[in-house]
């Protein structure tokens, strides 16, 4: 009998240890093409669920960066709206909850660059485990669930669990969900995949629109449309 009981005691890890580094190898090689990266544009629907007010907000339009540190999403629906990561500021405009007021805060790294934030340093930062393949996009992907370390490297996620699809011939991240700390789920899809392309510098650029009005975030970094 003891050596039918040890035999399934380490049955288990070495399992779940295969499943984990199936996951790790297609983080790390989604990460290398991340880096190798000059720039990317794509576009995205998006679906926030705020679970304590039940209620559900919906949004679409196109995110583009340039490494290393330039960043946005300008909204075509609602209509006007941008997050824009200029290496130095983060600003927020939402004509449709507020036309009169952007917010502006300092770019903290990775923080609203999602991109960045699930593919640098995954093992360190990170447990995952792989749960198999699906249809996402034009082809199949990698789906990974990703739990934050505690103490997990210099930064920290700014969610408590997230799931990645990551195209199983680019490693391209093709979806997204995260739940953060606030029971807030938020699902991204993504499409039109370009790669190296010319973004125009007015991309990453803001320009204050007429009559709106610049507020400070104290806590040093704004918030991403809900």
Not at 44 to 69: A, M
Request: with cysteine.
């Amino acid at each position: 009998m003891l050596p039918l009981l040890l035999a399934s005691l380490f049955s288990v890890p070495r399992s779940l240890h295969g499943q984990d580094g199936q996951a790790y190898q297609a983080l790390y090689a989604a990460s290398d093409r991340y880096y190798r990266l000059e720039s990317l544009c794509a576009h995205f629907n998006q679906v926030v669920e705020v679970t304590l007010l039940r209620q559900t907000r919906v949004s679409e339009g196109t995110v583009c960066l340039r490494q290393p540190d330039l960043f946005s999403m300008n909204f075509s629906d609602p209509e006007g709206g941008r997050i824009v990561v200029d290496g130095e500021f983060v600003w927020n405009f939402f004509p449709d909850q507020d036309a009169r007021q952007v917010i502006k805060s300092e770019s903290a790294e990775g923080e609203f660059n999602f991109f960045e934030n699930i593919l640098s340093d995954p093992r360190g930062r990170f447990e995952a485990v792989h749960e198999g393949r699906e249809p996402m996009g034009d082809g199949l992907s990698h789906k990974i669930a990703l739990t934050p370390r505690e103490g997990g490297g210099s930064r920290s996620a700014d969610f408590r669990s997230a799931v990645v699809w990551l195209d199983v011939d680019t490693y391209m991240i093709t979806a997204l969900d995260m739940h953060d700390t606030s029971a807030r789920i938020r699902r991204l899809r993504f499409s039109d995949i370009r790669l190296d392309i010319d973004v125009p510098d007015e991309v990453f650029r803001f320009v204050l629109p007429e009559g709106a009005r610049v507020f400070t975030d104290p806590r040093g970094a704004g918030s991403a449309r809900e």
